[in-house]
Nanobody, 129 residues
Framework: QEQLVESGGGLVQAGGSLRLSCAAS????????MGWFRQAPGKEREFVAA????????LYADFVKGRFTISRDNAKNTVYLQMNTLKPEDTAVYYC??????????????????????WGQGTQVTVSS
């Protein structure tokens, strides 16, 4: 059975860093594009970053460019999100997701929730001011 499990969330002060991990099982990880999304209380889930199945291409939401880095290790079936210079507005539950379809090199396309086939349960990130 396909499963995505996020970890690495927690409480951090503004300006600090966290590294999220998402471990996949039950699917051929190297064949999936992977995305990170987040959802803050009272807000819709929003796209954060995506990485192509082979790791060659990445995309980011404008509000994280230069601060967050998505990467993957296909040998470990894991995708990462390195988050630096965190801000209180980054507080949210962060979700990883797996997309079995073609890579489309735009944030609008890769940020569409319906494009993703599997989702993790999320990990809480809280940034204090």
């Amino acid at each position: 059975q396909e499963q995505l499990v996020e970890s690495g969330g927690g409480l951090v002060q503004a300006g600090g860093s966290l590294r999220l991990s998402c471990a996949a099982s039950g699917l051929t990880f190297s064949g999936y594009n992977m995305g990170w999304f987040r959802q803050a209380p009272g807000k819709e889930r929003e796209f954060v970053a995506a990485i192509r199945f082979d790791g060659v291409n990445t995309l980011y939401a404008d509000f994280v460019k230069g601060r967050f880095t998505i990467s993957r290790d296909n040998a470990k079936n894991t995708v990462y999100l390195q988050m630096n210079t965190l801000k209180p507005e980054d507080t949210a539950v962060y979700y990883c997701a797996a997309d079995a379809h073609n890579w489309v090199p735009t944030a609008q396309a890769m940020g569409a929730h319906g494009k993703y086939d599997y989702w993790g349960q999320g990990t809480q990130v809280t940034v204090s001011s």
